[in-house]
């Protein structure tokens, strides 16, 4: 499997545009966790989905922000309208849970990340 | 809620050993990560423990684990300069997301 994989892997964008980030996870992973890095905040939970369904999306900033998991092998974060607070670098990464015991259930395989820059 | 925290840098010389150290609030995390994350790249797993486990040694690297404080720490022995990346704690349980410290950048001199 070539791994999680993210496009486009730098973005540049002008404020007030739409930005829509998009994932491959690993085939077969059901879990699928967006991440934003910046140097302040460090490494942050957007939202993370269970076989395509979002579980937990408390740490999508506000309702610019949406993300949709259509099938189980892609995914986006949109941002609409952008903003140049939003310039971060944003990780996409997947995880298998299996009913062994030991973290391969949840390691997470992170993508390359999207580096965002909005102006 | 969930927090992690790291000390932001450590710098160190090559040979050295490093400590990298990290508290969390979760009493009920399952497992406990350090990962690694290189220039430009995402983040790998490098090495995780047990929360039953209070050691836990491979190779160069050797995970100690306080429960009752909630302090995790990454001994690094014989520091190499390739080992110059920013390092993460996370923790978990089961079926649910990392959450992540900021980071230590590890610096390594020659």
């Known amino acids: 499997d070539a791994g999680v994989i993210q496009s486009p892997r730098h973005e540049v964008t002008e404020m007030g545009q739409e930005v829509t980030l998009r994932c491959k996870p690993i085939?077969?992973?059901?879990?699928l966790f967006w991440y934003r890095q910046t140097m302040m905040r460090g490494l942050e939970l957007l939202i993370y989905?269970?076989?395509?369904?979002?579980?937990?999306d408390s740490g999508m900033p506000e309702d610019r922000f949406s993300a949709k998991m259509p099938n189980a092998s892609f995914s986006t974060l949109k941002i609409q309208p952008s903003e140049p607070r939003d310039s971060a670098v944003y990780f996409c990464?997947?995880?298998?849970?299996?009913?062994?015991?030991?973290?391969?259930?949840?390691?997470?395989?992170f993508g390359q990340g999207t580096r965002l820059t909005v102006v | 809620g969930e927090d992690v925290e790291q000390s932001l840098f450590l710098s160190v010389r090559e040979g050295d050993s490093s400590v990298i150290n990290c508290t969390y609030t979760?009493?009920?995390?399952?497992?406990l990560y350090w990962y690694k994350q290189e220039p430009g790249a995402g983040l790998q797993l490098l090495t995780y423990?047990?929360?039953?486990?209070d050691m836990k040694q491979d190779q160069r690297l050797t995970v100690l684990l306080n429960k009752k404080d909630k302090h995790l720490s990454l001994r690094i022995a014989d520091t190499q300069t390739g080992d110059s990346a920013i390092y993460f704690c996370?923790?978990?349980?089961?079926?649910?997301?990392?959450?992540f410290g900021k980071g230590t950048t590890l610096s390594v001199s020659s």
């Open positions: 990464a997947s995880s298998l849970s299996t009913p062994l015991p030991g973290p391969s259930n949840t390691e997470a395989f």
């Open positions: 085939s077969g992973h059901d879990y």
């Open positions: 989905f269970n076989n395509n369904v979002p579980i937990d």
């Open positions: 979760d009493s009920s995390s399952t497992y």
């Open positions: 423990i047990f929360s039953n486990m």
């Open positions: 996370a923790e978990n349980t089961a079926g649910t997301a990392l959450i």
